[in-house]
């Protein structure tokens, strides 16, 4: 594939954007899309406490996030913190591979391994290595299976 690199300066700008236009979307583009994306997000951490110790998890740690009470919960695999932040803030600064579910909950998208469908309810999504498991309200199941195929791998040709 043959493209055109550039890069603009504009100092009014009050924080960095990167953009891509193309002609149609393929799956080289949407590699490329995951390639930046990950590239960005890959140091980003989130403090987390748990019985008074802070902790800092990057996202590739993280399966989900649910509100618990007034608190939100952050599901490792293993383990679950809290934070401070609220659900709402959490989901402005995640990057695209994380989406809300359902009013109280965020997923890593990248963490799914399976998504039991629930025709009259809320779906099942369960996470790799784990035995933990998040639900995904009606309202956003068709959201949700459209994202995952976007970042699903391009297939071989």
């Known amino acids: 594939m043959k493209m055109k690199i550039r890069i603009e300066i504009d ?11 193309c002609r ?3 799956d080289e583009i949407v590699g490329l899309q995951r390639q930046i994306s990950d590239g960005l997000n890959s140091k980003m951490q989130i403090e987390v406490t748990k019985k008074d110790i802070t902790y800092y998890l990057t ?8 509100t618990a009470g007034s608190l939100v919960a952050v599901h490792t695999a293993t ?3 809290e934070t401070k932040q609220r659900l709402y803030e959490l989901e402005d600064m995640l990057p695209g591979t ?13 963490q ?7 025709i ?22 068709k959201v949700l299976m459209s994202n995952c195929l ?8």
């Open 11 to 21: 100092e009014g700008l009050e924080e960095e954007e990167v953009v891509i236009r």
């Open 24 to 26: 149609e979307l393929s």
């Open 59 to 66: 996202l590739d740690e993280i399966y989900f996030l649910e």
């Open 79 to 81: 383990d679950i913190y």
């Open 98 to 110: 994380f989406m809300r579910v359902s009013k109280s909950a965020i997923i890593n998208t990248e």
């Open 112 to 118: 799914i391994r399976s998504i039991q469908k629930n």
């Open 120 to 141: 009259t309810g809320a779906s099942k999504v369960e996470f790799n290595n784990t035995s933990k498991c998040a639900f995904v309200s009606r309202n956003y199941f």
């Open 150 to 157: 976007l970042y699903t791998s391009p297939s071989p040709r």
